[in-house]
Antibody
Framework: QLQLQESGPGLVKPSETLSLTCTVS??????????WGWIRQPPGKGLEWIGS???????YYNPSLKSRVTISVHTSKKQFSLKLSSVNAADTAIYYC???????????????WGRGTLVTVSS | SFDLTQPPSVSVSPGQTATITCSGD??????SCWYQQKPGQSPVLVIY???KRPSGIPERFSGSNSGNTATLTISGTQAVDEADYYC?????????FGGGTRLTVL
């Protein structure tokens, strides 16, 4: 059974770059059936999509974060990663990696989620 | 991108039907989906492509989407259904989530 697991520092200083990795286990990341993505949730608040990537490297980003976000895929390691630059306190959140089913072009839903990792931005 | 608006809270008695709405401009022209999130847990997809249930999701969960409103309906609501529910759609440039609805089973 495929699982996703986030990893990375739990504390990042303001103005620095947040870096997280999602490891895919129990299945392939190099599949034409799925996109892989990042979604975050500030404590006590709602969900915000950050961006998604296809195994080939094609990316989609949230326009509100696009200038600070880079998502990349490392197929040999079965991992994909998130970099968010110039962070501030508003970037404090639980960061989830998630899988998007690629059934229909206009249907974006995330059918599998990691457990999430809390990243705090503080000096 | 459009905004998706959900009521902050909905209350329902056990065994009754809970209805959670999600409003957005011409939302019916897009596919919508719904997630359930319990405290301290990751979201779980309960409805996708407006009305389809993933494997393992009870039949009491159903969805619809028309005009400007998507609706999640939980028939015969149980105490285990108490959670936050989020709607979500794609507007051709970005994934948009609703603000979430806290479902309380009284």
């Amino acid at each position: 059974q495929l699982q996703l697991q986030e990893s990375g520092p739990g504390l990042v200083k303001p103005s620095e770059t947040l870096s997280l990795t999602c490891t895919v286990s129990g299945g392939s990341i190099s599949t034409t059936d799925y996109y892989w993505g990042w979604i975050r949730q500030p404590p006590g608040k709602g969900l915000e999509w950050i961006g998604s990537i296809y195994y080939s490297g094609t990316t989609y980003y949230n326009p509100s974060l696009k200038s600070r976000v880079t998502i990349s895929v490392h197929t040999s390691k079965k991992q994909f990663s998130l970099k968010l630059s110039s962070v501030n306190a508003a970037d404090t959140a639980i960061y989830y990696c998630a899988r998007r089913q690629l059934q229909l072009a206009n249907d974006w839903n995330f059918d599998l989620w990691g457990r999430g990792t809390l990243v705090t931005v503080s000096s | 991108s459009f905004d998706l608006t959900q009521p902050p809270s909905v209350s329902v008695s056990p065994g009754q039907t809970a209805t959670i709405t999600c409003s957005g401009d011409k939302l019916g022209n897009q596919y919508s989906c719904w997630y359930q999130q319990k405290p301290g847990q990751s979201p779980v997809l309960v409805i996708y492509q407006d009305s389809k249930r993933p494997s393992g999701i009870p039949e009491r969960f159903s969805g619809s989407n028309s005009g400007n409103t998507a609706t999640l309906t939980i028939s015969g609501t149980q105490a285990v259904d108490e959670a936050d529910y989020y709607c979500q759609a794609w507007d051709y440039t970005t994934v948009v989530f609703g603000g979430g609805t806290r479902l309380t089973v009284l």
